[in-house]
């Protein structure tokens, strides 16, 4: 079956080509430009030798892209580079540079002042960081008030586009779109009460045009806007309010002034579900639209009575059939069924991921220590733009033109399917027998009674868990890698480093200790590598900021637990000290959001596995003689859905697991979790329903807006706000510490509230922890004796 020749010619521009990708990793294979990056910023590198290793890396992600299927020609081929973060580029391109950056950038042209915004400098607070959507990649937060200037600047798009040229490639330019741009802006703090930067879109929106007319003179047949704001429940405004903010801005753009040029449309809503939106999208007048129909679905109504071919005509649909925040191979024959079916009803479709594959590592062939058979299962960025190139060979040829690739990917998927470890007989008989008794503890007041013989006093200090990760640590870990010493000196060493953490708590003074988690590379990873269904990768980074990059887990199988995980550290560091001793566990829902986690199942039930895991864990902490468990929850807010109506059943099941996870510890016990942020409005029920013993969260920058929606909300367990924010090496005085736990008090009873550091310390140093730490001892003192 051959698709139907489509004409999409509004702008007298040839078709998108029938395979694309949103996006590319940007980091590098061996994370080069990180590395350049990070020697330019040390002064190793001048800034044209910067210039010229981003270049490289561009030219060779072009051409490996187009070795992979894309076609070189038709604007296939995104132009996905950054050297710091993407939002952070559409700011500097709309000349938006905040009015408190005026000094350092006034074009912004030079790295040295693109950089000073997505970091500071010594006079300049960076931009503020937060997550995109609900991954766990972090974006330069824009800041605009009503006199922020505004001036488009296309040199670096258009610098890139002659590059790739120069290669034979014609490459399509990436943008965040205006509506997603200024709805995720904040107001800058000079900005009028009642400013909202999206009351700037029409501004914005003009200047979008001087870049797409810009782009149109250097040769662009296609420019895409990534506007993920379609699909997200979560911002400012109303989705449906979203919708006819795009619909202004596009029917603008895509209607210039007579005369003026502009390349070709392809609006893309990544990341979620725009099916409801996708008819009213088609009319607009841009050349194509993508749709994640991973995440999302189809309008099937639409389809099935020609509206939305309707719509479509004259407008491409790339239909975003290849996952782009998953590792799994796709499943392909179902892939181009849900292609063909969109084809069939006479939309000119294009082959596409869900969203830009920067969001997964670059190749599995970089693999070598992976398991053969688990490496057959899996997809990276490469393997991913095979498929699309494959798909889109099916969509045009017919399914026989690939059967050979369908036949590949069907028996990988059936060998996954059957693999031993994939499924667990033990695991899932376990996780059946589960019953809601499992997931409750005697009630609150029962357990404050029970948890008296831990002799807590009120105001209690304690921190988050991890200590400063040393030079000396990682040093020794790295040398325990590559085997240079062996376990028995590892061990030993890390003893010691326990022993000095301790010392250092009682010398401070704090009354609930931690071991300071010195053996953990990462929170997530260290649970990979001893919990059975796992598997770790070498070469598979993934940004999370500007040079940050993690390197996500695979759980690709039942999870269950060996043996004790934790159990000998804490209970040598507890044997150290009469103080109690944290145990420390990172919970079941961020083990989840900090991995690549299997599609085959829907992850409550992956969630499930990880909390009995966790349960026995805690079983043996407390036989073992320790008398607080934490369980940290940081990703319990990244993983709400973008979409409302997903949300209570995510929180439902999210919420369930950690109590599956904490249920078993007896009223003695007392239960801790943490939370690493402050924003809490659209969970806080479900912070509540954790049922924890005390609830430590980041509160410290905010100065204690945590407090007053818990005191609103009747919070009764113990909550620890941050007096000490850890993200900077500033040493808070003991009189700041206690202005916030005066604060704090003065809205939750004494004996609930505990007082501790925003989050763990291991990204500081001794000098300044130390310092902190005492004069938080010393502000807890303070109101205390009060
Ligand atoms: N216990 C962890 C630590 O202190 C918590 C880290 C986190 O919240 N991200 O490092
Ligand atoms: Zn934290």
Not at 36 to 41: C, D, K, L, T
Not at 186 to 201: C, N, Q, S, T, Y
Not at 770 to 786: D, I, P
């Amino acid at each position: 079956m051959t698709a139907p020749a489509h004409p999409v010619t509004p702008t007298g521009v040839a078709p998108l080509p029938q395979a694309t990708i949103l996006g590319y990793p940007r980091i590098g294979r061996r994370r080069e430009l990180k590395r350049a990056v990070e020697a330019f910023w040390k002064g190793k590198i001048s800034e044209e030798q910067l210039r010229v290793t981003a270049r490289e890396l561009r030219a060779a992600t072009r051409a490996r892209l187009v070795e992979l299927g894309l076609p070189a020609t038709g604007g296939a081929v995104p132009e996905s580079f950054s050297f710091y973060d993407q939002v952070l580029d559409a700011t500097l391109a709309l000349g938006a540079i905040p009015s408190r950056f005026a000094d350092v950038a006034e074009t912004g042209s030079d790295l040295a002042s693109y950089f000073a915004l997505a970091r500071g400098d010594e006079s300049h607070q960076p931009l503020e960081m937060t997550k995109w959507f609900d991954t766990n990649y972090h974006y330069s937060v824009p800041e605009l008030s009503a006199a922020t200037p505004l001036a488009a600047n296309a040199a670096a798009l258009v610098a890139q586009l002659a590059e790739a040229a120069e290669q034979g490639i014609e490459s399509r330019p990436v943008l965040v779109g205006p509506v997603t741009y200024l709805l995720l802006a904040k107001a800058a703090d000079d900005a009028a009460e009642g400013f909202a930067p999206i009351d700037r879109l029409d501004e914005v929106v003009a200047v979008y045009g001087e870049l797409l007319a810009a782009l149109a003179a250097a040769g662009a047949r296609w420019v895409q806007l990534d506007e993920p704001a379609l699909v997200s429940d979560s911002l400012s405004v109303p989705r449906a309010e979203v919708l006819a903010l795009v619909e202004r801005a596009y029917t603008t753009l895509g209607a210039p002034a007579v005369g003026a040029a502009r390349p070709a449309i392809l609006l893309t809503a990544p990341y979620g579900d725009s099916s409801a939106a996708l008819t009213r999208l088609g009319a607009l007048p841009v050349e194509a639209v993508q749709a994640d129909l991973v995440r999302g679905t189809l309008p099937e109504e639409a389809l099935a009575d020609g509206s939305l071919a309707a719509a479509f005509a004259g407008t491409q649909l790339v239909a975003g059939v290849v996952d782009g925040r998953n590792i799994w191979r796709t499943d392909l024959r179902a892939a181009l069924a849900l292609a063909q079916r969109i084809s069939d009803a006479g939309i000119a479709t294009v082959i596409g991921t869900s969203n830009s594959l920067q969001h997964v590592p670059h190749d599995v062939a970089d693999e070598t220590k992976l398991d053969a058979r688990l490496a057959s299962w899996l997809a990276f960025a490469d393997q991913k733009v095979t498929q699309v190139a494959t798909l889109a060979r099916g969509l045009a040829e017919g399914a026989a033109a690939i059967e050979a690739e369908l036949a590949d990917t069907e028996a990988a998927l059936a060998d996954r399917a059957g693999a031993p470890g994939v499924r667990d007989a033990r695991v899932r008989e376990r996780a059946a027998a589960v019953t809601s008794a499992d997931r409750s503890r005697a009630d609150e007041g029962a357990r404050r009674d029970a948890q008296r013989g831990i002799g807590v006093p009120e105001l209690a200090t304690t921190t988050i868990g991890s200590f400063p990760q040393t030079t000396e640590i990682r040093t020794a870990r790295a040398a325990f890698v590559r085997g240079e010493i062996d376990q028995a000196a590892y061990d030993g060493f890390l003893r010691e480093e326990i022993a000095r953490v301790i010392r250092l708590q009682e010398e401070i003074g704090l009354d609930v200790l931690v071991h300071g988690e010195a053996e953990r590379n990462d929170m997530v990873q260290y649970f990979a590598e001893l919990l059975d269904g796992f598997a770790v990768t070498e070469n598979g980074w993934v940004q999370s900021y500007g040079t940050r990059a993690t390197r996500p887990s695979i759980l690709w199988g039942d999870v269950s637990r060996p043996a004790p995980m934790t159990v000998a550290w804490s209970a040598y560091a507890q044997s150290l000290t009469e103080k109690p001793v944290k145990g420390m566990l990172t919970g079941p829902v961020t083990i989840l959001a900090w991995s690549f986690v299997r599609d085959d199942q829907p992850l409550a039930d992956t969630a499930e596995q990880v909390a009995l895991a966790l349960r026995d864990e805690i079983d043996d902490l407390v036989a073992a003689g320790i008398t607080i468990v934490q369980v940290d929850e940081p990703a319990l807010r990244e993983l709400l859905p973008l979409d409302a109506d997903r949300q209570a059943a995510y929180l439902d099941w999210s919420v369930g697991s950690f109590r599956l996870a904490t249920s078993g510890a007896a009223s003695e016990v007392q239960i801790h979790t943490h939370l690493c942020y402050s924003e809490f409005g659209e969970i806080i029920g479900a912070v509540d329903g954790l049922d924890a013993d005390v609830t430590s969260i980041e509160a410290a920058r905010s100065r204690m807006d945590v407090v007053d929606p818990l005191g609103d909300h009747g919070y009764s367990r113990g909550i620890g706000p941050g007096v000490y924010d850890i993200h900077s090496p500033r040493v808070p005085s003991a009189a700041e510490q206690e202005e916030l736990i005066r604060i704090a008090a003065a809205r939750i009873p004494g004996e609930q509230l505990w007082v501790n550091p925003d989050c763990g310390l291991k990204t500081r140093g001794y000098e300044e922890t130390v310092a902190s730490l005492t004069n938080l001892v010393q502000a807890a003192r303070a109101v205390r004796g009060a």
